[in-house]
């Protein structure tokens, strides 16, 4: 009897700390989303003060991903065999440094030695987060955990074109930049009070050379087709977000205060939907069907398609419907997909495999859509940038539903 209070007591502050590392972590990755979404709301109040093409200005984003993807590996080598929450803390404490140099940035280089701190910065806490919750998790509850985390990009992204829109418009665009700047070392320091997890407690899957070695890791069918299925769609996302506002502005007339409150309510409301039902369906689905993370993601790829494509071409009534409907069933893969990247691998190598997708996601998606989108605009026009996207999406949903035959098969015993 004491013995079975004994772990009772055991689980039930395991359970507690699980919610606690959930809130500081999602709460964080708000801020981070918040800071990096911000420059796309102030982007055209930049150029007039740094004057430069669209394309130079995608660099800007290009430079940050090249150092954050970069970076990643390492972070995830380290997160395998050192303490995740004191790399994470230190990665927070980097970039919420770096978002107090805005302050003294006075020319496109200084800004661009910003965006790059910022992005290492990012690596240490975004590479780590999902294997330090997968450890606190069971793999049939992951989606619904990690669309809680999720959240983070589409209620973070809004806010910062809402912040980046509202603030930036009074007190210029330098002010917005440093509002996240102290959350995120408060946030940061808060990790310190949660206890590591033990590596791979909450794994029910088999530990096999494929899911459990790094070397293994580059024949995982079920890693890799998850992983570029993002990477694709990573690209569509990344540059409708950096471009999206200035395509209501420059192509449809809209004032940018008004685009930035437009598209970062819909962001917001597509996003918050979106990320939850995208984690609550896909935990069903794969209770019912292997590889149902995948399923789930690869439908709403093919969704988002259409979606996209009208919102670009249209220009009647039916265009802001459009560009709400392409961004929900985008994120609506964001919980499950990242669900299936998890499930796919063992814990020796979570951290690592997981910096590999970053690093691979950012060099075939958003490190060089916001540039190839600019250079396509500076060619042709800012409509015809957004067929790149569109082209993106519709190879992620063909390399998702390949995926489905190669996810791992959770035991029936342990599905929800």
């Given at each position: 009897?004491?013995?079975?209070?004994?772990?009772?007591?055991?689980?039930?502050?395991?359970?507690?700390?699980?919610?606690?590392?959930?809130?500081?972590?999602?709460?964080?990755?708000?801020?981070?989303?918040?800071?990096?979404?911000?420059?796309?709301?102030?982007?055209?109040?930049?150029?007039?003060?740094?004057?430069?093409?669209?394309?130079?200005?995608?660099?800007?984003?290009?430079?940050?991903?090249?150092?954050?993807?970069?970076?990643?590996?390492?972070?995830?080598?380290?997160?395998?065999?050192?303490?995740?929450?004191?790399?994470m803390c230190v990665g927070a404490l980097i970039w919420s440094a770096a978002t107090l140099l805005t302050a003294v940035t006075h020319n496109f280089t200084e800004l661009m030695i910003r965006h790059t701190l910022v992005g290492v910065g990012e690596a240490t806490f975004v590479a780590i987060a999902p294997s330090f919750l997968a450890d606190l998790h069971p793999e049939?509850?992951?989606?619904?955990?990690?669309?809680?985390?999720?959240?983070?990009?589409?209620?973070?992204?809004?806010?910062?074109?809402?912040?980046?829109?509202?603030?930036?418009?009074?007190?210029?665009?330098?002010?917005?930049?440093?509002?996240?700047?102290?959350?995120?070392?408060?946030?940061?320091?808060?990790?310190?009070?949660?206890?590591?997890?033990?590596?791979?407690?909450?794994?029910?899957?088999?530990?096999?050379?494929?899911?459990?070695?790094?070397?293994?890791?580059?024949?995982?069918?079920?890693?890799?087709?998850?992983?570029?299925?993002?990477?694709?769609?990573?690209?569509?996302?990344?540059?409708?977000?950096?471009?999206?506002?200035?395509?209501?502005?420059?192509?449809?007339?809209?004032?940018?205060?008004?685009?930035?409150?437009?598209?970062?309510?819909?962001?917001?409301?597509?996003?918050?939907?979106?990320?939850?039902?995208?984690?609550?369906?896909?935990?069903?689905?794969?209770?019912?069907?292997?590889?149902?993370?995948?399923?789930?993601?690869?439908?709403?790829?093919?969704?988002?398609?259409?979606?996209?494509?009208?919102?670009?071409?249209?220009?009647?009534?039916?265009?802001?419907?459009?560009?709400?409907?392409?961004?929900?069933?985008?994120?609506?893969?964001?919980?499950?997909?990242?669900?299936?990247?998890?499930?796919?691998?063992?814990?020796?190598?979570?951290?690592?495999?997981?910096?590999?997708?970053?690093?691979?996601?950012?060099?075939?998606?958003?490190?060089?859509?916001?540039?190839?989108?600019?250079?396509?605009?500076?060619?042709?026009?800012?409509?015809?940038?957004?067929?790149?996207?569109?082209?993106?999406?519709?190879?992620?949903?063909?390399?998702?539903?390949?995926?489905?035959?190669?996810?791992?098969?959770?035991?029936?015993?342990?599905?929800?």
């Amino acid at each position: 009897m004491d013995e079975a209070n004994r772990l009772g007591d055991e689980q039930g502050r395991v359970r507690g700390w699980a919610t606690t590392a959930l809130v500081i972590l999602t709460a964080l990755n708000f801020v981070n989303y918040i800071d990096r979404s911000v420059l796309f709301a102030v982007q055209p109040l930049v150029q007039r003060e740094f004057p430069g093409s669209d394309a130079k200005f995608g660099l800007l984003t290009t430079a940050f991903f090249f150092c954050y993807m970069v970076t990643a590996p390492f972070v995830g080598w380290l997160a395998d065999r050192y303490p995740r929450r004191l790399i994470m803390c230190v990665g927070a404490l980097i970039w919420s440094a770096a978002t107090l140099l805005t302050a003294v940035t006075h020319n496109f280089t200084e800004l661009m030695i910003r965006h790059t701190l910022v992005g290492v910065g990012e690596a240490t806490f975004v590479a780590i987060a999902p294997s330090f919750l997968a450890d606190l998790h069971p793999e049939h509850r992951r989606g619904r955990v990690l669309s809680v985390f999720y959240l983070a990009i589409p209620v973070g992204t809004a806010l910062g074109y809402l912040l980046g829109g509202a603030v930036g418009a009074r007190w210029g665009w330098r002010a917005p930049f440093l509002v996240g700047a102290i959350p995120g070392v408060v946030l940061g320091l808060l990790l310190l009070l949660v206890p590591e997890p033990k590596r791979g407690a909450q794994d029910h899957l088999a530990v096999t050379v494929e899911r459990g070695t790094f070397l293994g890791l580059w024949r995982n069918p079920a890693f890799w087709t998850a992983t570029l299925g993002m990477a694709m769609m990573t690209f569509a996302i990344g540059g409708m977000q950096v471009w999206m506002p200035t395509f209501l502005s420059r192509m449809r007339g809209v004032p940018l205060a008004e685009a930035n409150l437009r598209f970062g309510l819909m962001t917001l409301a597509a996003g918050i939907l979106a990320t939850m039902l995208g984690g609550w369906l896909g935990d069903r689905m794969e209770a019912r069907k292997r590889g149902g993370h995948c399923l789930i993601s690869a439908i709403g790829m093919s969704l988002a398609l259409p979606a996209v494509l009208l919102a670009v071409f249209q220009t009647g009534t039916w265009m802001y419907p459009a560009i709400f409907m392409g961004e929900f069933f985008l994120l609506l893969n964001t919980a499950p997909l990242n669900a299936a990247i998890l499930n796919s691998v063992s814990a020796p190598i979570r951290s690592t495999a997981f910096a590999v997708n970053i690093f691979t996601i950012h060099l075939l998606g958003d490190a060089f859509s916001p540039g190839l989108m600019g250079y396509i605009s500076d060619r042709s026009n800012m409509q015809m940038a957004f067929v790149a996207a569109s082209a993106a999406i519709a190879l992620s949903a063909a390399v998702l539903f390949l995926g489905v035959r190669y996810a791992p098969q959770l035991p029936q015993g342990d599905k929800a």
